[in-house]
């Protein structure tokens, strides 16, 4: 005989019969379901207190009512429900201040140009745009003495063109250029081929930016290494620098200002503009007066 019989139209085709018990309520009190449970010993369901998931509802329900008066509450200011022995307004005012000097995580953005944030002895202003130049010189500089730049390759070279003694320019700063990311690749007759562009500059034009690096390095007319090197370094950060009405995050403006106060120089720029200033507490307080 087959695994699996032939039809035979002998027998009635009879539908699956389902059992279940018509006596269980899950919302019968714990006793109805324990005698529930002596018929049938498998539906028994731990009873659930429904009543905690609507506690506080009534109360708030009652806030909008018109004549619903607020508890007192102990201990706000310092003294007891009958208002013994408060706490004076001043003393509860300096102990909050106190604690917002101390926590301070807040920044705010002021025309998507300076940074604000409390400090300990006032209001600091930040340009966004300069503090943003002072940290990657500082990075670029390191990886130029460090020759450990990171490159980033592109999807197609792009071709940069230069006269004769622009040329020249490059040829003296290629190993330079390769320090902080860059990799070109002579093509001979004053062409030369990007093939890698430093990580983080992603949609600036790298053709642009070397020609600039090689107006500025012929501008100064330097023939000092180092100073080249800071040439370099202070013409990529300002092009890739976040610019001024750029809008930034709660966490891009506390990361801005965490990697500028870990430079060596965080108050001033490279070239000696300024980043950062405070307005002291006591200068506010007087303009209220």
């Known amino acids: 005989m087959p695994d699996i019989p032939a039809f035979n139209q002998e027998y009635a085709i009879k539908p699956p ?41 009534e109360k708030a329900s009652r806030m909008n009512e018109p004549d619903f008066e607020q508890p007192p509450v102990e201990g706000l200011f310092g003294g007891d429900a009958t208002g013994d022995e408060p706490v004076s307004t001043q003393t509860f005012l300096s102990k909050a201040s106190v604690s917002v000097e101390e926590k301070s995580s807040l920044y705010l ?30 990075r670029y500089m390191n990886q130029l003495q460090q ?7 592109v999807l197609f070279p792009e071709i940069l063109q230069l006269p004769a003694s622009e040329a020249t ?22 062409s030369y081929a990007i093939n890698g562009i430093p990580e983080g500059i992603e949609g600036l034009n790298p053709v642009e930016l070397v020609r600039n690096m090689v107006h500025t390095a012929m501008e100064k007319g330097s023939s000092v290494k180092e100073e080249v090197q800071q040439i370099l370094a202070v013409t990529l950060a300002r092009e890739a620098a976040i610019v001024h009405g750029q809008v930034l995050s709660q966490d891009e403006m506390a990361s801005l200002v965490d990697n500028l106060f870990a430079c060596p120089s965080p108050n001033y720029t490279p070239d000696g503009k300024l980043v950062l200033t405070t307005l002291k507490q006591t200068d506010i307080e007087k303009m209220f007066k």
């Open 17 to 57: 019969e389902v059992h279940y018990n018509t006596d269980f309520n899950p919302f019968k009190s714990s006793a109805s379901v324990s005698s529930s449970q002596g018929t049938t010993g498998s539906f028994g369901h731990q009873k659930v207190e429904w009543e905690g998931l609507y506690a506080g509802l």
């Open 109 to 138: 953005q002021y025309k998507g140009r300076f940074i604000l944030t409390a400090v300990k002895s006032g209001l600091m202003l930040i340009d966004q745009h300069r503090a943003h130049v002072r940290i990657l010189f500082d």
């Open 147 to 153: 020759k450990q730049g990171v490159s980033q390759g």
């Open 169 to 190: 320019m490059l040829d003296s700063i290629l190993d330079d250029l390769a320090a902080v990311g860059f990799e070109l690749t002579s093509l001979g007759g004053g």
